[in-house]
């Protein structure tokens, strides 16, 4: 925990450099680095009730709906300026979280992550059958062209999950999390109140997911159900989370920031169909070999990182 | 809160159940139990396998609803209140089957339960794991604190399994079969770990099949059998019941003289 804690830290310290960055970069970089922290923030989202809880969200995505079209009504229906806009997105997020997750949160397993792919799915139905949300056809937004402004919101958005990562890892909250994941009786026979853990949990997830969201409808300054419920957004934050180490502190960033670099140099090479091919393997490969992703080899959390360990593991699973 | 009193058993009850029934579906678990325990005391709770031993520990620490029947801390009827809360009234109960939390360290595994127990609400986590580092001495498993709890023994998993416990800062501390799988010499340890911490006030009630141990730390022993309680009383009397012997061995000894259960 200390060395993932000084790794969060050193993480920091390079994004908030990073805000320096937009002067000196195109139009293109900028583009891309918002989109990977905005990508990074989702997964440090996912990773508080995924990674921490050990509660595999499939609905993460709802949030990050949810958000951008209560940014979009805010602002288009309401004409609320966007840093309003952007509250009401967080609240709503964390709100909508909470509802759901005072039923959801009591199921486990496989039958919680159903039950929210469902929710992602139904939610994305809805909201293209309200008509003050423009039904299917979407919403638009004020648009707003400098794109800076977008870079460091996600930026800001990111440290913020990451900060708030961080502090969650070493307190008290944080071991309630951790125990609920490695074994929920366990926890509670030592008077963790595990239903309202979870539920608070999914909750701040929720409200950094909706806070992404918010900032990319107005972003895009148009958007749509199919986009904004789009269940790519959860595969990839969960493969993220997933490769940089679940239940570390930066690990969803470190796995956000090798997923996007892979991407943007197969898009370079325009192979893009390759694109997909490569994280599908990704994912088998993280699965079968790095169960707890990079982030163990990294902190020396692992006895080590030797080729040894690598070829027992590889015995072990057969392949 | 129920009307209804504790069973005033002529003294004060540290815990007690009250014609507890537990059904699941057609097999009735537990099959009204009345029981108390007095403050302080060490209870024996033995019994063939399935008698209903673990359902009824169960029961007493919030972790499963009775289908009937009442439990009570002290005066507080229990019966319908969570788990968590109960830690928090000072119930505390180890597994059967260890669940460690595998990817913790022994010290942070032990430092939940300080963290979250009976005082978890009004003490610092500097505190919190102060008093884990102290419990972790107590169970003489400080020098494995900084190891992973999935690394540990079996003796030493049982040993956390009672050091979490500990750490909520129980009154009452219910125990599932701590020695099963245990050495002799493990076991003998852990007998004097659970009489310095009945000494130090806390009572204890011990499911366990290791007679020598039950024989050795109880001061009464009850004994259940087909979801019923059939004896209960000083532990010599107890394992000389013929209703006993008959509930280990079947009817053919339960005349005989040599009965050791």
């Given at each position: 925990m200390q060395a993932g804690r000084r790794l969060a830290y050193g993480a920091l310290v390079v994004l908030a450099l990073s805000a320096l960055l937009p002067p000196h970069l195109n139009g293109n970089w900028v583009h891309v680095l918002t989109l990977f922290f905005m990508m990074s923030s989702l997964a440090q989202a996912w990773n508080l009730i995924g990674?921490?809880?050990?509660y595999a969200s499939f609905g993460n995505v709802t949030f990050f709906g949810v958000g951008a079209y209560a940014c979009a009504y805010a602002m288009n229906a309401l004409h609320w300026p966007f840093a309003t806009a952007f509250l009401l997105a967080v609240v709503a997020g964390a709100a909508l979280a909470a509802v759901l997750g005072w039923p959801i949160l009591r199921l486990r397993g496989h039958y919680f992550a159903i039950a929210t792919l469902g929710i992602a799915i139904g939610m994305q139905a809805l909201v293209a059958e309200l008509p003050p949300l423009g039904k299917g056809s979407g919403m638009t937004l004020p648009i707003n062209s400098n794109f800076h402004f977008f870079y460091w919101s996600m930026l800001g958005i990111l440290m913020a999950s990451i900060a708030l990562t961080a502090f969650i890892a070493q307190s008290r909250f944080g071991y309630a999390l951790v125990a609920i994941r490695e074994n929920e009786e366990a926890a509670a026979v030592l008077g963790i109140n595990a239903a309202r853990a979870k539920v608070f949990a999914w909750s701040l997830s929720a409200a950094i997911t909706g806070a992404a969201g918010a900032t990319y409808a107005y972003w895009t300054s148009f958007i749509d159900p199919p986009t904004v419920f789009d269940l790519n957004f959860n595969v990839l934050m969960i493969i993220m989370t997933l490769l940089g180490g679940a239940g570390s502190i930066v690990g969803p960033t470190l796995g956000a920031f090798i997923l996007s670099a892979i991407g943007e140099y197969l898009g370079a090479q325009s192979v893009s169909p390759w694109h997909t091919v490569v994280l599908g393997a990704i994912i088998v490969l993280v699965v079968v070999l790095l169960p707890r992703g990079l982030m163990p080899y990294l902190t020396g959390n692992l006895r080590a990182f030797n080729l040894n360990a690598l070829r027992a593991q590889l015995r072990a699973s057969r392949v | 809160m129920s009307a209804m009193a504790a069973p005033d058993l002529g003294t004060s009850t540290a815990i007690a159940a009250r014609d507890v029934v537990v059904r699941f579906g057609g097999l009735l678990a537990v099959n009204g139990v009345t029981l108390s325990v007095a403050p302080g005391e060490i209870l024996g709770l033995i019994g063939p396998n399935g008698a209903g031993k673990t359902t009824l520990l169960s029961v007493m620490s919030g972790t499963q609803r009775p289908t009937s029947g009442i439990v009570w801390i002290g005066d507080t009827d229990i019966t319908r209140v969570p788990t968590y809360r109960i830690v928090r009234l000072g119930v505390a109960r180890t597994f059967q089957v260890v669940k460690p939390f595998a990817n913790l360290t022994v010290r942070e595994n032990v430092a939940v339960g300080a963290l979250y127990g009976r005082h978890g609400n009004d003490r610092s986590s500097r505190a919190a794991f102060a008093a884990a580092d102290m419990v972790l001495e107590r169970v003489g498993l400080a020098p494995e604190?900084?190891?992973?709890?999935?690394?540990?023994t079996l003796a030493g998993r049982k040993r956390l399994e009672i050091a979490k416990a500990l750490a909520t800062d129980p009154r009452v501390l219910l125990l599932d079969e701590v020695m099963a799988g245990l050495t002799p010499h493990e076991t003998d340890r852990a007998m004097d770990l659970l009489r310095d911490v009945n000494a130090s006030g806390v009572t204890l009630v011990v499911v366990e099949h290791v007679m020598r141990a039950i024989m050795g730390i109880s001061q009464r022993v009850a004994v259940l059998h087909q979801g019923r309680l059939i004896a209960q009383g000083l532990p010599q009397a107890v394992v000389a019941d013929p209703l006993v012997i008959e509930a280990y061995l079947g009817k053919r000894y339960a005349g005989g003289s040599h009965g050791h259960a």
């Open positions: 990674g921490f809880a050990g | 604190a900084k190891r992973q709890a999935s690394e540990l």
